[in-house]
């Protein structure tokens, strides 16, 4: 079946330690995602994907980047991680825009993420 | 800014009671509506979806009509299961890529 892979489920590392998620699909889509979701919040948009072009919303904070290095994978990377980043993070990805309506998202499982 | 807004939880019911989450939204132009489902540990699936006014989405029992006039998208399913018990997410997306997300309401139901 066609989806969206994310690994690890769970990660665990040190406050200050550099860590990268990686997320991977096989729905041959344009555009991927990251969301950032706290407990009992809505999640958050951090950035994603056109392609190849990079579009980072405003109040990301500048220790979250992202790499993609083909269509299928995607790569967050906290280069330090704080105890406030420790959240749940979603990847999604959508075909590219065709109408005004737009297209679905379809999302990964998660990591979740602990600091300590 | 577009915004969504849904009625606040938890909502608890009992097995076989008629659900309804309340959503409204802001935004100028015409939106596509959507509801998510998050079950406990998972990311979110797509539950429905509205593209235009009085669509109406459907699907596993639970629908929601758009209401342009009333600009709300209100999620109902008439015989609610323990299974179905999650956190759903309201959302708009109006041209662009970015979902808009509602706080979300994380529904518990009892046997």
């Known amino acids: 079946d066609a989806m969206v892979i994310q690994n690890p489920r769970y990660q665990v590392t040190q406050f200050g330690k550099p860590v990268t998620l990686s997320c991977s699909q096989t729905?041959?889509?344009?555009?991927m995602y990251w969301y950032q979701q706290k407990s009992s919040q809505a999640p958050k948009l951090l950035f994603h994907?056109?392609?190849?072009?990079?579009?980072n919303e405003a109040d990301t904070p500048d220790n979250f980047q992202s790499r993609r290095p083909n269509t299928s994978f995607c790569f967050l990377d906290i280069r330090s991680p704080g105890l406030g980043d420790a959240a749940m993070y979603l990847c999604?990805?959508?075909?590219?825009?065709?109408?005004?309506?737009?297209?679905?998202?379809?999302f990964g499982p998660g990591t979740r993420l602990t600091v300590l | 800014g577009d915004s969504v807004t849904q009625m606040e939880g938890p909502v608890t019911l009992s097995e076989e009671a008629f659900l309804t989450i309340n959503c409204t939204y802001t935004?100028?132009?015409?939106?596509?509506l959507f509801w998510y489902v998050q079950y406990p540990g998972e990311g979110l699936q797509l539950l429905l979806k509205?593209?235009?006014?009085?669509d109406k989405g459907s699907n596993k029992g639970f629908e929601a009509t758009y209401r342009k006039e009333t600009t709300s998208f209100h999620l109902e399913k008439g015989s609610v299961q323990v299974s179905d018990s999650a956190v759903y997410f309201c959302?708009?997306?109006?041209?662009?890529?970015?979902?808009?997300f509602g706080q979300g309401t994380r529904l518990t139901i009892n046997p």
């Open positions: 509205a593209t235009k006014a009085d």
């Open positions: 994907y056109y392609d190849k072009d990079f579009n």
């Open positions: 999604a990805t959508s075909r590219a825009r065709i109408s005004s309506g737009g297209a679905e998202q379809f």
């Open positions: 959302a708009l997306r109006r041209g662009a890529q970015k979902l808009v």
């Open positions: 935004a100028t132009g015409y939106p596509s």
């Open positions: 729905l041959n889509h344009n555009v």
